[in-house]
């Protein structure tokens, strides 16, 4: 139990392009999802918290106009790089509160996002 | 300094060797702790929490010392399947979740 995905896996894209990734909770509702960030060779980083029905909170340093986060759902959050950069490249991570309670989070398998 | 500080290594074992990493975290108020595990290019996975009385599941054994902020994974009798990043994570309370920037495990034959 407990499995969240993510889609698309890898993605590449053009500068200036806009880029969705869905992140869902297959077999538990996730009223709490999050969103990653990871560079090569460096930790996760938190860039926003997404509650059900409510405005994602943002992290310092994390513009929401660029990384736009929908949590439309208890089992799908979306994350979208608009106007996508090179220096956008990066591993993304979600994860999910679920049955084990707020302290333990489910990871989806991540999008590694190309931006050429 | 960092709120969560781990060795990156790379850690060089033998299979069969004990390793132990540490790990230090800055908030006194962190209420939880965890250690993960992450291979190359993939999700972080729970290995285990990590609680004042210690926790033992098989090889791996976790510690907490609140006194000293400090948190220790030790693994005993390496395999090469744990070759892996091991990630410490502390969490502080409500969402409030940091990673260290883990610690890097080469076991060889």
């Known amino acids: 139990g407990a499995v969240v995905s993510q889609h698309p896996s890898r993605v590449i894209c053009k500068s200036g392009t806009s880029v969705k990734i869905e992140c869902r909770s297959l077999d538990f509702q996730a009223t709490t999802m999050f969103w990653y960030r990871q560079f090569p060779k460096q930790s996760l980083m938190l860039m926003a918290t997404s509650n059900e029905g409510s405005k994602a909170t943002y992290e310092q340093g994390v513009e929401k106009d660029k990384f736009l986060i929908n949590h439309a759902s208890l089992t799908l959050s979306t994350l979208t790089v608009t106007s996508a950069h090179p220096e956008d490249s990066s591993f993304y991570i979600c994860s999910a509160t679920g049955p084990k309670g707020p302290d333990t989070q489910y990871f989806g398998p991540g999008t590694r996002l190309t931006v050429l | ?109």
């Open chain 2, 1 to 109: 300094r960092k709120e969560v500080e781990q060795d990156p290594g790379p850690f060089n074992v033998p299979e069969g060797a004990t390793v132990a990493f540490n790990c230090t975290y800055s908030n006194s108020a962190s209420q939880s702790f965890f250690w993960y595990r992450q291979d190359c290019r993939k999700e972080p996975k729970l290995l285990m929490s990590v609680y004042s009385s210690g926790n033992e599941d098989g090889r791996f054994t976790a510690q907490l010392n609140r006194a000293s902020q400090y948190i220790s994974l030790l693994i005993r009798d390496s395999k090469l399947s744990d070759s892996a990043t091991y990630l410490c994570v502390v969490n502080g309370g409500g969402f409030k979740t940091i990673f260290g920037a883990g610690t890097r495990l080469f076991v060889k034959a």
